[in-house]
């Protein structure tokens, strides 16, 4: 699935690297991580910071997300029902809390051949390799994916970006794009928190240029969040975090407790006309 970066060839494992025909090498790390990142791209400050990722992680391992986890699981089963030797990529996959759970389920049914994790950030796809032998986990930028034409079966978009030109230059014949989106009431209650006239998510906002839906399902649930640092892990992970001002940040320091709800859609799309 994989090529290089520089000269778009295939990739392949060898002497402790991935390597193309024509010499391009990326060192692998003992945990199986590289970064196909290419020049200028290739800086330190891109995708989120080690503490948004430690925040992140805290959060979803309190199994807040678990109810959002198992539900992709289930549509990933549903809608690959009868299909083995199954490519997933997970673009934009953070520090892999889905991806793990998605291949595991896969692999679980007798359908998965291989599963690949990007994301932009190298804390993030550093620490989901750490995590999980059985996905390869790069650093790469989702509208550039080191990914040849054709090659994934399933592609998973989750609270990521969406490049939809690109998603459909390395979509198989019948594959499917799963995305994961705010449902409009997601986080309601801390916004109302923390502005003066809060706004629902726009869900209509998210469709894809040249694809179709094919399914729709909405993961609703209400939550507890129970202490003063769980309500800023999560804070931490939302795009508020950068653009509250800072009278809202004071009244979300405040809080000892939220009851909050988690709103999310899994939208299943496949290219248009096929
Ligand atoms: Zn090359």
């Known amino acids: 699935m994989l090529i290089c970066p ?8 060898a002497g402790g690297a991935l390597k193309c025909p024509d010499g391009h090498s990326f060192d692998l790390a003992a945990s199986g991580y590289c970064n196909l990142l290419t020049g200028s791209r290739n800086g330190k400050f891109i995708g989120d910071d080690r503490e948004m990722v430690a925040a992140r992680r ?7 997300y678990a109810p959002l986890r198992d539900a992709l699981c289930a549509r990933l089963l549903a809608m690959t029902e009868g299909r083995a030797g199954l490519s997933l990529l997970d673009a934009g996959c953070g520090e892999g809390y889905y991806t793990r759970a998605a291949a595991a389920a896969l692999a679980g049914a ?8 990007t994301d932009i950030s190298k804390s993030a796809t550093r620490y989901a390799a750490g995590r999980d032998r059985a996905v390869r986990y790069v650093t790469a930028n989702s509208y550039h994916l080191p990914v040849a034409d054709g090659a994934v ?6 609270f990521a970006p969406a490049p939809a ?10 594959g499917l794009v799963i995305r994961a989106v705010p449902g409009a009431d997601h986080l309601w209650e801390l916004k109302q928190a923390v502005y003066d006239e809060p706004y629902r998510n726009r ?3 998210h469709r ?8 729709r399902v909405r993961v609703e649930y209400p939550f507890t969040l129970d202490s003063p640092d769980r309500i800023r892990d999560l804070f931490a992970m939302t795009p508020y975090a950068r653009r509250t001002p800072r009278q809202g940040l004071e009244r979300l320091e405040k809080l000892e407790r939220l009851d909050v709800t988690f709103s999310f859609l899994l939208l299943t799309c496949e290219p248009a006309g096929a």
């Open 6 to 13: 520089v000269c778009s060839a295939p990739l392949a494992e």
């Open 58 to 64: 805290r959060f979803l391992e309190s199994g807040a």
């Open 110 to 117: 007798g359908r998965l051949l291989q599963a690949v994790g």
């Open 153 to 158: 079966d399933l592609i998973l978009s989750l």
């Open 165 to 174: 030109e690109e998603f459909l230059r390395i979509l198989a014949p019948g």
């Open 203 to 205: 869900e209509e906002k």
């Open 208 to 215: 894809l240029p040249g694809f179709a839906e094919r399914d």
